[in-house]
Structures are given as C-alpha cells and as structure tokens.
C-alpha cells in the first residue's frame, strides 16, 4: 500500500520560508513521478513542482525562481523549499507521486494516482 505523508507546513510572514517533506512508504521510489501540488479554497488544484527520476525539475511560472523540489532516493523523501513567501503562495500543499520513468518536464503532464493528506502552508502580509 502506498503512503505519502506530508509536513512542515506552518504560518509564516510573507517573505519568509518554510521547508516541505513527503515521507514515501509502499512504493518503487526511484522509479516515480514526484510532484507537489497546491489547492486554496475555492480554487482549482494546480501542479507547483514536479521531480522525475533522473532528478530533472519543472516549475509553475508562479513559483519559479522561489521554490526548489528535490528528493533523496535513499530516504525516500521528497522535499519543498519554498522562499519569498507570497500571500497568495497559502494553500493546502499535497506530495502526488505516479509510477512513470521520466524527466521533470514529462511528470507535468502524468495523472498522479498516490496522494498524500496535505499540509497547510498560510503566508500573511
């Protein structure tokens, strides 16, 4: 059975900087898709970040230059890092994961079948 558990979200200052972690159990680590995505009430869910096997990333333009995805295989984590903090960056924060051996450009355009419960991030002004 696959399991991703999401944390280190948290409340933090616009600016500032917080750091996520997905811990991974159940599955072929190396060999997915990883991603994280965001939802704000009474928005659509969009895809912030992606991660494919070969380590290669892909941004959202809103997050580009401010938020960094990595993983460690031997750890089976996936992380977050997101920097310059923006108001409009609060959101519920989901880890996805989907079986596919590709590059980060390609994870975009996966449907992510694993889900975590998400952590809340909220950033005030």
């Known amino acids: 059975q696959v399991q991703l558990v999401e944390s280190g979200g948290g409340s933090v200052q616009s600016g500032g900087s917080l750091r996520l972690s997905c811990a991974a159990s159940?599955?072929?680590?190396?060999?997915?898709?990883m991603a994280w995505f965001r939802q704000a009430p009474g928005k659509e869910r969009e895809g912030v970040a992606f991660?494919?096997?070969?380590?290669?990333?892909s941004y959202a333009d809103s997050v580009k230059g401010r938020f960094t995805i990595s993983r460690d295989n031997a750890k089976n984590t996936l992380y977050l890092q997101m920097n310059s903090l923006k108001p409009e960056d609060t959101a519920m924060y989901y880890c996805?994961?989907?079986?596919?051996?590709?590059?980060?450009?390609?994870?975009?355009?996966?449907?992510?079948?694993?889900w975590g419960r998400g952590t809340q991030v909220t950033v005030s002004s």
């Open positions: 996805a994961a989907v079986l596919a051996y590709v590059s980060g450009p390609y994870c975009r355009t996966k449907s992510y079948n694993n």
């Open positions: 159940g599955v072929t680590y190396i060999r997915r898709c």
């Open positions: 991660i494919g096997t070969d380590g290669s990333t």
